[in-house]
């Protein structure tokens, strides 16, 4: 099978796009995982497809896959690429806003310029049954048992589960054993994106994120929007953000509860190719 494929990148969190517009989707879970791996095929974090919309006030619909074949519900990174994508296939002109269709529901983008995509995130979900998350009630702190370590984490969903943790040392060698604890814990019932932030001031943020069906990555925008969420609940962050992530640095935006959340950043492309496994 030949499979046309834009390689895209959001501050090095990587994707394969997949052009649906005029057919199904062509991919089951073992191809994908072939094509993500990065020896024998092309690579990436995520492979996305751009379809017609099953929402007739979006745009268009674009689902996301990890690189372990299984379904996502959001990529704030992806969407990103999806509107720069749409942009150079004549869909979309810098200044335009448009509804596009998620796995998780509508968003609202914005391409400000060239390479560079505001995105409405929508209202953080911090209800326990709705993230999905096992906990009795809803809190800004949870505690939570991760192979004999007792540690306190913030649960949000930004259209995918999060799992937030504040550190001091994000090159602490406990995060590289707890990060797929985390992510799989049993507290989590559809798996989280675990996410290790470190606050710098109320402005700036470092994180690292280890992602559910994917592992480390370099770049989680729905990741740097969990973390946000959590800290300003908490009161420690300012309404607008800097979250340097490994690939780089996404502009957060959220004033608090009850509003949408918004984020800015870049999105690039790498190359054009044809898949022939």
């Avoid at 979309?92 to 448009?98: A, F, Y």
């Avoid at 280890?210 to 925008?221: K, V």
Wanted: net charge negative; aromatic share 8%; charged share 20%.
């Amino acid at each position: 099978m030949k499979l046309s494929f834009s390689k895209m990148h959001g501050i090095g969190n990587d994707f394969v796009m997949v052009d649906c517009r005029q057919r199904a989707f062509p991919l089951n879970e073992e191809q994908i995982r072939a094509i993500a791996d990065r020896r024998t095929g092309v690579g990436f974090d995520q492979l996305i497809s751009i379809e017609r919309p099953r929402d007739t006030s979006c745009a268009f619909y674009y689902g996301i896959w990890n690189a372990d074949g299984t379904p996502s519900g959001q990529c704030g990174n992806g969407v990103r690429c999806v509107a720069a994508w749409l942009h150079r296939a004549g869909e979309l002109s810098i200044g335009d806003t448009v509804r596009l269709e998620s796995p998780s529901g509508p968003v609202t983008v914005r391409l400000s310029g060239p390479g560079e995509v505001t995105v409405d995130m929508g209202v953080p979900t911090l209800e326990p049954e709705r993230i999905p998350f096992r906990a009795d009630a809803q809190a800004e702190r949870y505690s939570i048992d991760v192979g004999g370590d007792v540690l306190e984490i913030g649960a949000v969903s930004m259209g995918n589960p999060h799992a937030v943790m504040v550190v001091a040392d994000l090159q602490a060698p406990l995060l590289y054993r707890i990060g797929p604890l985390l992510t799989s814990h049993s507290r989590f019932p559809k798996g989280a994106n675990s996410g290790f932030v470190q606050p710098i001031d109320r402005g700036q943020v470092r994180l690292r994120v280890h992602e559910r069906g994917s592992g480390w990555t370099l770049a989680c925008g729905t990741g740097a929007c969990a973390a946000m969420a959590v800290l300003r609940l908490r009161g420690e962050v300012d309404e607008k953000v800097q979250v340097t992530l490994p690939g780089g640095t996404l502009t957060i935006e959220w004033v608090g509860p009850g509003h949408t959340l918004w984020m800015t950043g870049p999105a690039t492309f790498v190359f054009e190719g044809e898949w022939l496994g």
